[in-house]
T-cell receptor, first 113, second 116 residues
Framework: GDSVTQMEGPVTLSEEAFLTINCTYT??????LFWYVQYPGEGLQLLLKATKADDKGSNKGFEATYRKETTSFHLEKGSVQVSDSAVYFCALSLGSGTYKYIFGTGTRLKVLA | GAGVSQSPRYKVAKRGQDVALRCDPI?????LFWYQQALGQGPEFLTY????????KSGLPSDRFFAERPEGSVSTLKIQRTQQEDSAVYLCASSFVAGGDTDTQYFGPGTRLTVL
């Protein structure tokens, strides 16, 4: 069935370090892909999205590229800040028939000053 | 309001009680979704509405779970005879339309349900 697999956390980095959070997916058809972020005590917020192969989503210094050949959508940021500490969720939407999102289990990021 | 709102934010119920969780979507959003998020897990789909029509309820875990959106705006998720395994955060999300390039779901803050 359709699914999303994320690297397990927690991920602990020093400020200004490079971040990669891996996400791979299994899906029939051509899903849209999303990264959501959940800051402590807050709800899920859309971070970025990509709707077709080779699209790059970007926001707030974060980037992810939709790679159909490797079924991946890895999240990257060149220089993390303490304020990036949060839980990051990768998700897919099949976009037809059923419009539900399928989420990964989330990766907790902790950035130390 | 500008975003999706949910009430109550926290609910404690004794096992066997019925609960009702409310969701106010973003004004004008056609699609509305309910998800269940267990501790340390990602959200899992429960049900989907397009306007007042419930088009997908495949994720509802049992017939104790019931959702409605009678006027195509506010939605209520009802859980009858709550069990301890129902303890979770219940998230509501809305989108302008479902599918296509505008398919972005906006999430509310969630209702944390604790069943004792």
């Amino acid at each position: 069935g359709d699914s999303v697999t994320q690297m397990e956390g927690p991920v602990t980095l020093s400020e200004e370090a490079f971040l990669t959070i891996n996400c791979t997916y299994t899906a029939t058809g051509y899903p849209s892909l999303f990264w959501y972020v959940q800051y402590p005590g807050e709800g899920l917020q859309l971070l970025l999205k990509a709707t077709k192969a080779d699209d790059k989503g970007s926001n707030k210094g974060f980037e992810a590229t939709y790679r159909k050949e490797t079924t991946s959508f890895h999240l990257e940021k060149g220089s993390v800040q303490v304020s990036d500490s949060a839980v990051y969720f990768c998700a897919l939407s099949l976009g037809s028939g059923t419009y539900k999102y399928i989420f990964g289990t989330g990766t907790r990021l902790k950035v130390l000053a | 309001g500008a975003g999706v709102s949910q009430s109550p934010r926290y609910k404690v119920a004794k096992r066997g009680q019925d609960v009702a969780l409310r969701c106010d979507p973003i004004s004008g959003h056609v699609s509305l979704f309910w998800y269940q998020q267990a501790l340390g897990q990602g959200p899992e789909f429960l049900t989907y509405f397009q306007n007042e029509a419930q088009l997908d309820k495949s994720g509802l875990p049992s017939d104790r779970f019931f959702a409605e959106r009678p006027e195509g705006s506010v939605s209520t998720l009802k859980i009858q005879r709550t069990q301890q395994e129902d303890s979770a955060v219940y998230l509501c999300a809305s989108s302008f339309v479902a599918g296509g390039d505008t398919d972005t779901q906006y999430f509310g803050p969630g209702t944390r349900l604790t069943v004792l």
